[in-house]
């Protein structure tokens, strides 16, 4: 039963299923994946999303920090990333989207790279950090963020290949598929 339930996981996080609005819905509500994950998952795809990569990491044993407390500025304002990787200064933003629950959505996709190029400079431990924003589950799809995946296609926007080398200039690592998440490990 636990291995079927973490193919299922696997195969949701990884884009190698794309549910519809009801499967996608019974997926999330499923209470046998919320007792194998032991996560409140709320039928939210980013919480089972930010799971999924944890335990990448576990298996490739990478020690990390689940949303770490970052503190800015006055020590007031912090950010809260999913995942901070310490021997490598390396933030890791998990994106998905979903049907059913606000949340992820381009525009706060876009924004990602705004908020660290602008905050990171404001600490004194972090300010050299990069991030790597991570896509996973229904983000796979969206013709938005394969274009930042695909950015180095020849046929891909200019624009889009621009925003990506901007965003490298300041504290973006890259923007990937979840799939490709060992090449940064």
Same mark, same amino acid.
């Given at each position: 039963?636990?291995?079927?339930?973490?193919?299922?996981?696997?195969?949701?996080?990884?884009g190698?299923?794309?549910?519809s609005?009801?499967?996608e #819905?019974?997926f999330?509500?499923?209470?046998? +994946?919320?007792?194998?994950? /032991?996560?409140?998952?709320?039928?939210?795809?980013?919480?089972?999303?930010?799971?999924? @990569?944890?335990?990448? +990491?576990?298996?490739?044993?990478?020690?990390? =920090? *689940?949303?770490?407390?970052?503190?800015? /500025?006055?020590?007031?304002?912090?950010?809260?990333?999913? %995942?901070?990787?310490?021997?490598?200064?390396l933030?890791?933003?998990?994106?998905?989207?979903?049907?059913?629950? /606000?949340?992820?959505?381009?525009?706060?996709?876009?924004h990602? *790279?705004? #908020?660290y190029?602008?905050?990171?400079?404001?600490?004194?431990?972090?300010?050299?950090? #990069? @991030?790597?924003?991570?896509?996973? *589950? /229904?983000?796979?799809?969206?013709?938005?963020?394969?274009?930042? =995946?695909?950015? #180095?296609n020849k046929?891909?926007?200019?624009? @889009?290949?621009?925003? @990506?080398? %901007?965003?490298k200039?300041?504290?973006? +690592?890259?923007? =990937?598929n =979840?799939?490709?998440?060992?090449?940064y490990?």
């Amino acid at each position: 039963m636990e291995k079927e339930i973490f193919n299922k996981i696997e195969c949701y996080c990884s884009g190698k299923s794309r549910l519809s609005i009801d499967e996608e #819905k019974r997926f999330l509500s499923d209470i046998n +994946l919320h007792k194998y994950t /032991g996560v409140n998952l709320s039928k939210n795809s980013g919480k089972i999303s930010e799971w999924y @990569v944890g335990m990448l +990491l576990n298996n490739k044993g990478v020690e990390y =920090i *689940a949303q770490p407390t970052i503190r800015y /500025g006055n020590n007031k304002r912090y950010l809260q990333p999913d %995942f901070y990787i310490p021997n490598k200064n390396l933030f890791i933003e998990v994106k998905s989207r979903t049907y059913n629950c /606000g949340g992820t959505s381009s525009e706060k996709i876009d924004h990602a *790279a705004r #908020k660290y190029s602008t905050k990171l400079g404001l600490t004194k431990d972090y300010k050299n950090a #990069k @991030v790597l924003v991570v896509f996973c *589950a /229904g983000e796979l799809f969206e013709d938005s963020t394969l274009q930042l =995946i695909n950015y #180095k296609n020849k046929d891909s926007a200019q624009y @889009v290949k621009d925003f @990506v080398e %901007f965003t490298k200039q300041y504290n973006i +690592l890259d923007w =990937i598929n =979840i799939n490709d998440i060992d090449k940064y490990l």
